[in-house]
């Protein structure tokens, strides 16, 4: 994403966290990363780097679990298209532009 960003600007991609019930920890994790609203700690998190979990009030990640089985999403990663397609699974940046711009 960072690479397709960087070629182009008209590009924004939005993450929405959605801890999977099969990875321990992972509900914790995403709580601490919205919380404190760090890129730092969600590219650690990519990458299973250990950091500090902190509890704060937030209903971010539960909503976006609501969202993600309200519109079918069960893996992670999931990408939402602008024209509502689910494109499930990992895509180098290649295959995400090609996609995006329809090739």
Do not use: W
Not at 2 to 12: C, M, P, Q, R, S
Not at 60 to 78: C, H, Q, R, Y
């Amino acid at each position: 994403m960072k690479k397709i960003v960087n070629e182009d600007k008209n590009i924004a991609f939005y993450i929405k966290l959605y801890p999977l019930k099969s990875h321990a920890n992972s509900y914790n994790k995403a709580v601490t990363i919205a919380c404190k609203k760090s890129i730092k700690l969600l590219e650690d998190s990519f990458e299973n780097k250990q950091f500090e979990l902190v509890k704060c009030n937030t209903k971010v990640i539960d909503e976006n679990v609501k969202l993600a089985e309200k519109i079918g999403i069960s893996g992670t990663p999931t990408i939402v298209m602008p024209d509502g397609r689910l494109v499930v699974g990992y895509r180098d940046a290649t295959s995400l532009k090609n996609l995006i711009y329809k090739k």
